[in-house]
């Protein structure tokens, strides 16, 4: 029986000491009566004592608690006399500033112990930092220890900085006199750990008197400045700047405004061009780029552009930001270079287009957005390399076809290097994008032709724009095919020109003198904030947009030449009346009433109806009454003009009365050609005939034709059960579509009757409307699919560059020549 007690006895005491050691530094309240028997004082250094007891392998450190004297505080309890001798000198010399100051409980000690053993090079002042007891920080021992290093080289005060603890930081240097200047072995200081940090209140209280190491630079040649730029942290960079930090100190690569584009943080770079805006164009020490040349994203792109970077500056290296964008295949970037007027053309290094470079690469979406924005595929570089010689040269796998098939089909014609000792091909300025397209005999012919000369012409020129809304991309495309080949603007070519919807914005913009290539690049920047959201679009961005480049005051007569017409529908009455937006006098012959009414409808104004009149009277001082009188349609502000001729319904409110007027008229050349013909003949009447002058051209632009596609039903049907109510739902979906397409085509019956119109008046008629390989909706804003189609749009002129020339001769002609003969010669199909 004593046998078996001693055995149970000794499982318990077992038990008991494997439970214990379970975890040997975790921190507990003991009786210290516990340690009177077969525990040995081992050691003893200020309130800790370290007992040991040989027959249990058990080595117990205490702290002694005056306050307590029953009850102390066991520190760790180890099973090697060997740890138990190492651990207890250093618990002895670093926890005595905080026994010393604070009454420690089970709870805090064990943050203090388990730095000290996961942190042997901290000293006392390290451990009352990384456990926020600031208390400790006044002990004589703490204060000696305020600027010690750890075995990284960092202080006190770099890890105050890296745990953003504000009470701490200013604790440090505003009465324990910590210095910031102390660097670690990475070369850095307190302030750059504060910069890494989401922490602006660190770096104020860093930066609240001058700080020497604000502009310091670490061993990674990084400011403070640059590390907040890197990591993204805008509010420690808005404190730095505030604090001293400067703009313009170079680091290993650039200025903190390149690592800002580097790692593409936009709030950043927008801090930093708020505090110093001459950061714009600065440029980086490795490669001589400014900060564009390091932009990554269309976004980052887009904000420094919008503060006036230079598009098409050239670095040391000989590239521009559309190079490096090119070479590095980043597609959204280089569109919203290239929409914010960047050369496709401008020779870099070796002589090397972007378009050069993105052969290389093999980049299919960026070769066709560079072509249709004007780069030429004929041009040399050094080498005397074309683009197209490099993809026949570097093109592998399944992209070889496809591209040189591509580059074919808008009249690349050469694709062979040249024979050896043949002279090098100058380098051709820059065109549209392919060979026999810039008739140049024609442009240079008619250079030295004076305006007078054009003004005398003897019949009129029309041209129509049909509507389309974001497929105004087409119109834009082909006339600047039209305006090369003539080497004139639009404007100069027409004597009236008319517009529906996205093709009345358009007739606006001519007659008004608007570049061609910027209207492309308009569109493509606009429509991310005009279709934002979801449909109906709120108005105020278009609305916005067209005061911004109309003006908000310019009324409609402030252009007379060329004479403009933009459609709208009046859609205060049922049925709906075609309205017709004029820059010059309304036709005074009268015309009986579509239809007949018993309703009084407003007179044709502006949706206000009437503005007041200002009446002034000489010599007179009394303030007289306003009066009121109607606004005609010729005094129509040109930007209301424009929004009502685009309202199209579902996607834009209607503007007053008015609707868009591709529901009535989208291809507005046949309402176009009877308003010149009612024109004329009310000048005939009033007896002014030499004003006429007969109509000989007519240039109908459309906006692309979508493939046609199958139909599965329209047929709309009283259901009788749930399968044939999904086929009437399908049907009607479908016939829904159908009427609309129908009511809103502009090909088809409207170009035949157009041609038949032109015939019977002995006009040219020409119709370009290139044949889309997708269906592309009104408010699409993919810029690939948007390419895709304005390379659909190279294709077709490309096809068609005959009638192009031919057109292009017309309009430049005098008007000697036959109509007939013309008409033979290349009117198009």
């Not at 005009?530 to 007569?557: C, H, I, Q, W």
């Amino acid at each position: 029986m004593q046998f078996l007690g001693r055995l149970l006895d000794t499982v318990s005491s077992v038990s008991s000491v494997s439970t214990l050691f379970a975890n040997p530094y975790r921190v507990r309240e003991v009786q210290l009566s516990d340690y009177g028997r077969g525990k040995v004082v081992l050691k003893e250094e200020g309130r800790l004592v370290l007992y040991g007891d040989a027959q249990c392998r058990s080595w117990d450190c205490l702290l002694l608690c005056p306050g307590t004297p029953s009850v102390t505080l066991r520190l760790f309890q180890v099973a090697s006399e060997e740890d138990a001798m190492n651990w207890f000198p250093q618990y002895a010399l670093k926890l005595r500033p905080f026994y010393e100051t604070l009454p420690l409980k089970a709870e805090s000690s064990q943050s203090i112990v388990d730095c000290v053993r996961s942190h042997p090079d901290w000293s006392s002042a390290h451990i009352a930092v990384e456990t926020g007891l600031t208390e400790c920080l006044k002990h004589n021992c703490v204060q000696s220890q305020i600027n010690s290093r750890d075995a990284s080289g960092r202080t006190p005060l770099h890890r105050a900085c890296e745990r953003g603890d504000t009470a701490c930081v200013r604790e440090l240097l505003e009465e324990r006199r910590a210095r910031a200047d102390i660097k670690d072995r990475d070369g850095e200081t307190a302030l750059h750990c504060a910069a890494k940090q989401n922490s602006p209140a660190v770096v104020q209280v860093m930066c609240s008197r001058p700080c020497v190491g604000v502009n310091e630079l670490n061993n990674g040649g990084e400011t403070p400045l640059h590390v907040s730029c890197r990591l993204g942290r805008a509010e420690s960079v808005k404190a730095l700047l505030g604090g001293g930090a400067r703009c313009d100190v170079a680091g290993g690569a650039g200025y903190p405004i390149h690592s800002a584009m580097k790692y593409s943080e936009k709030g950043c770079v927008e801090e930093i061009l708020g505090a110093e805006p001459g950061q714009l164009q600065a440029e980086d020490s490795l490669y001589g780029g400014t900060p564009l040349h390091w932009a990554k994203t269309a976004e980052m792109c887009r904000l420094l552009l919008e503060h006036g970077c230079a598009v098409n500056y050239l670095s040391k290296t000989g590239e521009s930001p559309l190079h490096v964008l090119s070479r590095k295949g980043r597609f959204e970037a280089a569109m919203v270079l290239l929409t914010h007027g960047a050369n496709a053309n401008l020779r870099g290094r070796d002589g090397n287009t972007a378009l050069h470079l993105a052969m290389k690469m093999d980049r299919m979406a960026l070769i066709k957005a560079l072509i249709v924005f004007g780069a030429d595929v004929e041009i040399h570089n050094d080498l005397g390399e074309t683009p197209g010689l490099i993809a026949a040269r570097t093109s592998k796998g399944p992209n070889r076809k496809i591209l040189l098939d591509m580059l074919c089909s808008v009249g690349v014609q050469r694709c062979v290097p040249p024979s050896p000792g043949s002279p090098r091909p100058a380098s051709r300025p820059a065109g549209i994008g392919f060979e026999d397209f810039l008739h140049r005999g024609v442009a240079v012919s008619t250079t030295s032709r004076g305006q007078a000369e054009l003004d005398g012409r003897t019949v009129d020129r029309l041209l129509c724009l049909d509507g389309g809304g974001i497929k105004g991309l087409v119109l834009i495309q082909i006339l600047i095919a039209l305006e090369r080949e003539a080497g004139r603007p639009t404007r100069e070519l027409f004597d009236w020109v008319a517009g529906t919807s996205t093709g009345g914005i358009l007739a606006l913009a001519i007659i008004h003198g608007k570049s061609m290539e910027y209207l492309r690049c308009l569109y493509f920047r606009m429509k991310e904030q005009v279709f934002k959201g979801s449909r109906p679009y709120e108005s105020a961005p278009l609305e916005d947009f067209l005061k911004k480049e109309f003006g908000e005051n310019t009324k409609m007569t402030d252009v007379r030449h060329p004479r403009v017409m933009v459609t709208s529908v009046l859609a205060d009455r049922h049925p709906g009346e075609l309205h017709i937006f004029r820059n010059y006098e309304h036709p005074s012959l009268h015309r009986e009433p579509p239809y007949a009414t018993t309703a009084t409808f407003k007179p044709l104004t502006i949706p206000q109806g009437w503005e007041d009149e200002d009446v002034l009277v000489v010599g007179c001082t009394e303030e007289r009454p306003r009066k009121r009188r109607k606004v005609t349609d010729e005094e129509q502000l040109v930007w209301r003009a424009a929004r009502s001729s685009g309202a199209a319904p579902s996607y834009f409110r209607p503007m007053g009365r008015f609707l868009d007027g591709g529901l009535l008229s989208n291809n507005p050349t046949l309402d176009a050609m009877s308003e010149i013909h009612q024109c004329n003949r009310s000048l005939k009447v009033e007896g002014r005939g030499e004003e006429t002058k007969k109509l000989g051209v007519v240039v109908s632009l459309g906006t692309g034709k979508p493939p046609q596609v199958v139909v599965s039903s329209v047929d709309v049907f009283r259901p009788s059960n749930p399968l044939e109510l999904a086929k009437s739902f399908v049907g009607a979906k479908e016939l829904g579509k159908m009427l609309v397409d129908c009511c809103t085509d502009s090909d088809g019956c409207a170009v035949d009757r157009a041609r038949a119109w032109c015939e019977m008046i002995d006009a040219v008629y020409y119709r370009l409307s290139p044949q889309l390989s997708q269906e592309v909706m009104l408010d699409e804003v993919s810029d690939a699919v948007l390419v895709d189609m304005l390379w659909d749009t190279q294709m077709h002129l490309y096809k068609k560059r005959d009638s192009l020339r031919s057109l292009a001769e017309r309009l430049l002609d005098n008007g000697g020549r036959e109509t007939s003969d013309a008409r033979a010669e290349g009117a198009a199909p």
